[in-house]
């Protein structure tokens, strides 16, 4: 019975210790388990630790871009002051030259063109006494001094032409004079070899086609060397009485300001003006308005604030407007200046121009 018990407590006992193993084992089991996984969720921290690093590195790399913009940014802050600068002196002239546009924009043709009559009754109302700023007793002088006229002031031409015409009086003088004697007495105007080729040329066509004498016709004159259109109207209109109109510099930079024609070509400037005009006004209507344009419309600052049809005038805000720098502006008679003709006429309100030096 003993030893039965016996047998039976040693197999209980094994079971039991046989189930503490098995139990053992399992919490064994469980906690390497529990390690690999620890170890799992460690491995994994780690590699997205290691993988977003570099994001956080690559601020680190690319901080010297951040310093580059640091190092232009005084060129970027420059650039705007500049560009606030200019757009604070813009204001100033920019409204000046756009405020009569409005007003404008839809001008029809008839409006422009009593516009443009009144205007001319104005510049007739001031300049009375608008005459051909250059000196003549004849047709033939005038021929000569408006072909010497070109790229050089009138006065300069008035200045010269008095020890011209006294060595060569007529065609046939000038035809038979010697190159270099002619171009020494021209050489003041500027590009005298080809002026005196010129003065050569025309006048042995008058002297051989003419008898002598300076055609009264158009077609006629414009066959002459050196005579274009311009030339051809001045001798028209200011030795024959025959109305033309004069495209010279200041004739087509004002009738543009004006707003009478957009034309930049002198023979569709001469044709869209002749049909504003009636014919009778051609030939002081380029007087007055190069009268305007040498005295008070200059070409790069208009004295706007002392023009006597700014009323009138479509551009009025380009130049000075103050009245007192405008009157600084203002040349010859009406600023109190000599004029341009050594030899003016009697009407004339200024003073005659002084002779050349040294002539």
Partial sequence: MRKATTRKK?????????????????????AATAVKKTTAKKTAAAKTTGE???????????APAKTAPAET?????????KKTAAAKKAPSKAPAKAAPAPALKDESRTAMVRRARRMNRELAE??????????????????????????????????????????YPTPEDMAAADPERLEELIRPTG????????????STALRDR???????????????????RKTANVVLGNAFGVPGITVDTHFGRLVRRFRWTGQQDPEKVEAEIAEIFPKSEWTMLSHR??????????????????????????????GELDPEKAKKLLKYEMGGQPGQRLRPPADYPGQPAPPLAGR
Avoid at 16 to 23: I, L
Avoid at 52 to 62: I, N
Avoid at 292 to 316: E, F, L
């Fill in 191 to 202: 590009f005298f070899r080809a002026k005196a080729k010129s003065l050569l040329g025309l």
């Fill in 126 to 167: 001031v300049y009375p006494y608008a005459h051909p700023e250059l000196d003549f007793r004849n047709s033939f002088e005038l021929l000569c001094a408006t072909v010497l006229s070109a790229q050089t002031t009138d006065l300069r031409v008035n200045q010269t032409t008095p020890a011209l015409f006294a060595a």
């Fill in 52 to 62: 977003t690093a570099p994001a956080k590195t690559a601020p680190a790399k690319t």
């Fill in 73 to 81: 940014a005084p060129a970027k802050k420059t650039a705007p002051a």
């Fill in 289 to 318: 308005v190069v009268f305007h344009g040498r005295r008070v419309c200059h070409s790069r600052k208009p004295a706007c604030g002392a023009c006597p049809i700014a009323h009138d005038c479509p551009s009025y805000g380009e």
């Fill in 10 to 30: 040693s197999a209980a006992t094994a079971a039991t210790g046989t189930s503490a193993a098995k139990k053992t084992t399992a919490k064994k089991t469980a």
């Fill in 210 to 228: 003419f008898d002598g004498e300076v055609p009264g016709r158009l077609e006629d004159l414009v066959t002459l060397p050196g005579v274009g």
